[in-house]
């Protein structure tokens, strides 16, 4: 590429890299299958993307879009959008906090929610901290 052409990055500015899937490996966060980079304001050290693949969280968060997680952000509040493993699984779900019990749901109705106390095993991978979606109409 000629020296030209090659993306150059302003302070403010911060490559995200986008993957396709995500495992656990001996209690190691597996990305797996790079797709491309984004370059977004500086959105803290640890941020990735994912494309969403499934339509469990639309219409808010569309199929094809980009979800970019903070993986440094684990403590989750009422309503956050985050991603998960809940056994092996990967997962875009809302938290939601009511009588003391935790559960993951998604904002299509279609879908029904992820009670943690009835889970396995759940992985926090990071809060959602935007959104794009691409191929916009």
């Given at each position: 590429?000629p020296?030209?052409?090659?993306k150059?990055?302003t302070?403010?500015?911060?490559?995200?890299?986008?993957?396709?899937?995500?495992?656990?490996?001996?209690?190691?966060?597996?990305?797996?299958?790079?797709?491309?980079?984004?370059?977004?304001?500086?959105?803290?050290?640890?941020?990735?993307?994912?494309?969403?693949?499934?339509?469990?969280?639309?219409?808010?968060?569309?199929?094809?879009?980009?979800?970019?997680?903070?993986?440094d952000?684990?403590?989750?509040?009422?309503?956050?959008?985050?991603?998960?493993?809940?056994?092996?699984k990967?997962?875009?779900?809302?938290?939601?906090?009511?009588?003391?019990?935790?559960?993951?749901?998604?904002?299509?109705?279609?879908?029904?929610?992820?009670?943690?106390?009835?889970?396995?095993?759940?992985?926090?991978?990071?809060?959602?901290?935007?959104?794009?979606?691409?191929?916009?109409?």
């Open positions: 590429i020296e030209n052409l090659k150059t990055l302070p403010s500015e911060q490559e995200i890299k986008v993957y396709k899937s995500i495992f656990v490996k001996n209690g190691k966060l597996i990305f797996e299958e790079y797709l491309k980079s984004i370059y977004l304001p500086y959105c803290g050290k640890n941020c990735i993307g994912f494309i969403v693949e499934g339509d469990s969280m639309e219409p808010r968060v569309p199929i094809g879009s980009i979800v970019v997680i903070n993986t952000i684990k403590e989750l509040e009422h309503r956050n959008v985050a991603a998960f493993l809940v056994n092996g990967s997962y875009i779900r809302r938290v939601m906090k009511q009588n003391g019990k935790e559960y993951l749901v998604s904002d299509n109705p279609n879908y029904d929610p992820i009670f943690l106390d009835q889970t396995d095993e759940i992985i926090v991978i990071g809060k959602v901290i935007k959104l794009i979606v691409e191929n916009f109409i």
